[in-house]
């Protein structure tokens, strides 16, 4: 039940794409611009080895499956898949990996002309542990990795005044140069009148220390319009409240400049908040094989629909049936194993929609 609240005061060519993204008008606040992009990524593209059993350690595992992975850039294929039109921007190796994951990003019609490739590091690797419940372990291999290395001089920054949306986590903000990069590129974005949308995403082995993680990740919170958050980075970021308490998320996490914030339950679904009104979205059952990418898929969803309708978070209605297409969206995601090759298209979402309302 929705409830009214007071305002509260992540060697190969690589030609760049040519697809025709949707001509748009918005505006955060009904200010108007033209955009001739839906959805701008900016971070982390990788690989990610996930075991082909599930419940066991690395150590134990028989082999491993080679999937393409980084939340950013499964967000930008998520929007893509679902119809809409998604550009990726960050830094891989010029290697075989990282010609393999431009490549990819080409596939899903992703424009990857904001790509850059360092000819002395290596693309970031991920190994994922899968437990028997779907829920995920991470060791990573970045030492640099070419991601971290991104300067503010390799931005596409008319790439990123063109877009409507712009998205990042929080692992680009963990090692200079990149974090340099990131919050020049947030500046662009916010100069240019782009709504800017948070996946605190949060890795804590990537971080110095769990201190650095939550001063880092809320240092930018702020500046963000829309927020997607988990139960567990809740509880990370507050050092123990309860997730699941409306109070603790409005007067912690929900900021004065905020226009959403989304906190994700998994299979249960999906609490809202806005400056006027809060709720909860049910979730869609299904058995799990993959968490990997899910919230990410949730968020392409909720993305796609916010760039059809920029003041989304202004009607409940609307915005309820968004969620619900976000949480079809993840819900999908789980059946198989791997992020970009899990993510669904918009004809496989409104079919599960429609059997779950059956």
Same mark, same amino acid.
């Given at each position: ?66 999937? %393409?992975?980084?939340?950013?850039? @499964? ?132 971080? %110095? ?58 299979? @249960? ?90």
């Amino acid at each position: 039940m929705a409830n009214a609240i007071p305002t509260i005061s992540n060697r190969y060519s690589t030609p760049t794409l040519n697809h025709n993204p949707l001509s748009r008008t918005s505006g955060v606040e009904g200010g108007e611009r033209k955009t001739s992009l839906q959805v701008l990524c900016f971070g982390e593209l990788l690989i990610d080895f996930v075991p082909t059993v599930a419940g066991v350690s690395l150590a134990e595992a028989p082999g491993f499956k080679k999937s %393409p992975g980084g939340a950013p850039a @499964n967000v930008a294929v998520s929007v893509s898949r679902l119809g809409g039109s998604a550009a990726f921007l960050g830094k891989v190796g010029d290697d075989e990996f990282g010609h393999m994951l431009a490549d990819i990003l080409k596939e899903n019609n992703v424009d990857n002309s904001g790509m850059r490739f360092d000819k002395h590091t290596r693309t970031a690797l991920a190994f994922v542990t899968l437990r028997a419940d779907g829920e995920r372990e991470f060791m990573f291999f970045r030492n640099p990795s070419a991601d971290m290395l991104l300067t503010e001089a390799e931005l596409d920054k008319d790439l990123i005044k063109k877009s409507m949306i712009f998205h990042y986590g929080s692992i680009s903000l963990i090692h200079d140069p990149c974090k340099s990069a990131h919050l020049a590129a947030m500046q662009v974005a916010k100069k240019a009148g782009c709504i800017l949308s948070y996946d605190p995403n949060l890795r804590l082995a990537l971080w %110095p220390s769990a201190e650095a993680a939550r001063t880092g990740i809320m240092s930018i919170w702020d500046q963000a319009d829309v927020i997607k958050i988990s139960e567990e980075e809740i509880e990370f970021l507050t050092r123990g409240d309860d997730p699941r308490d409306d109070k603790v998320v409005l007067t912690k996490l929900f900021h004065p400049n905020g226009k959403l914030l989304i906190v994700t339950e998994g299979p @249960n679904g999906c609490r809202y908040y806005t400056k006027d009104f809060h709720g909860k979205v049910g979730g869609v059952k299904v058995k799990c094989v993959d968490t990997t990418g899910a919230g990410d898929a949730f968020v392409g969803g909720l993305l796609s629909s916010l760039a059809s309708n920029p003041q989304l978070f202004k009607d409940e209605k609307k915005l309820r049936d968004a969620l619900k297409f976000a949480n079809v969206c993840g819900a999908i995601t789980v059946t198989e194993r791997g992020a970009i090759p899990s993510l669904p298209n918009k004809e496989a979402v409104l079919k599960k929609l429609k059997e779950s309302e059956a």
